[in-house]
């Protein structure tokens, strides 16, 4: 069975432009959580889709944003792109029980 | 206000002996569950254990185990015979709420362990 799927693995932007990651969940799995790890830091909450919906969205500015597909993958998308951007986003699913909660490997993005 | 509290930035264990990685959390929701993961260098996030606050028994998954003291809201990891692989950085993170709960995984800081031959 298939894990957590980010596109794409690296990812390096020029300021100002827009980013679009990817994470396909398990097979069943419904929900959708991104996180953003800067280097050194810990991970902060970005987004949580389940069955489509944004259920809850971290302190971040509107220009992160994402969404869920009807197949439950999802997209990240970061607009306006800042040189503190740059990190690590991590794409986690969960199903029913949310009693695992599994992430992919991630998508290193640089912004320069 | 902190919901997850690693204190121990960066630890040190001698291979094959066993390690504790501490993890304290701050709840009021009776129903919560906490994980911890582990995070190699490659940067991904591996999921190793969980223990919900309605579990009897403590979580065990191979050398890997949950010390769940509810009372002092502790849920510190404990690894048995150290490995070199274990190397890496280690998370603890709990999503507050049931199954039926629409609520976030909030991680700790982190604790960085170095499995020394």
């Known amino acids: 069975e298939a894990g957590v799927t980010q596109s794409p693995t690296h990812l390096i932007k020029t300021r100002g432009q827009q980013a679009t990651l990817r994470c396909s969940p398990i097979?069943?799995?419904?929900?959708v959580y991104w996180y953003q790890q800067a280097l050194g830091l810990g991970l902060q909450f970005l987004l949580w889709?389940?069955?489509?919906?944004?259920?809850n969205r971290g302190n971040f500015p509107p220009r992160f944003s994402g969404r869920q597909f009807p197949n439950y993958s999802s997209e990240l998308n970061v607009n306006a792109l800042e040189l503190e951007d740059s990190a690590l986003y991590l794409c986690?699913?969960?199903?029913?029980?949310?009693?695992?909660?599994?992430f992919g490997e991630g998508s290193w993005l640089t912004v320069v | 206000a902190q919901k997850i509290t690693q204190t121990q930035p960066g630890m040190f264990v001698q291979e094959k002996e066993a390690v504790t990685l501490d993890c304290t959390y701050d709840?009021?929701?009776?129903?919560?569950?906490l994980f911890w993961y582990k995070q190699p260098s490659s940067g991904e996030m591996i999921f190793l254990i969980y223990?919900?606050?309605?579990?009897?028994q403590n979580a065990t998954e191979g050398r890997y185990s949950l010390n769940f003291q509810k009372a002092r809201k502790s849920a510190n990891l404990v690894i048995s015979a150290s490995q070199l692989g274990d190397s890496a950085m280690y998370f603890c993170?709990?999503?507050?709420?049931?199954?039926?709960?629409?609520?976030?995984?909030?991680f700790g800081a982190g604790t960085r362990l170095a499995v020394h031959p």
């Open positions: 889709y389940d069955e489509g919906e944004e259920r």
């Open positions: 709840t009021s929701d009776p129903s919560y569950g």
């Open positions: 223990q919900g606050s309605y579990d009897q």
């Open positions: 097979s069943g799995h419904t929900s």
């Open positions: 993170a709990m999503r507050e709420g049931g199954t039926g709960g629409y609520n976030k995984l909030i």
């Open positions: 986690a699913s969960t199903g029913q029980g949310r009693n695992t909660i599994y």
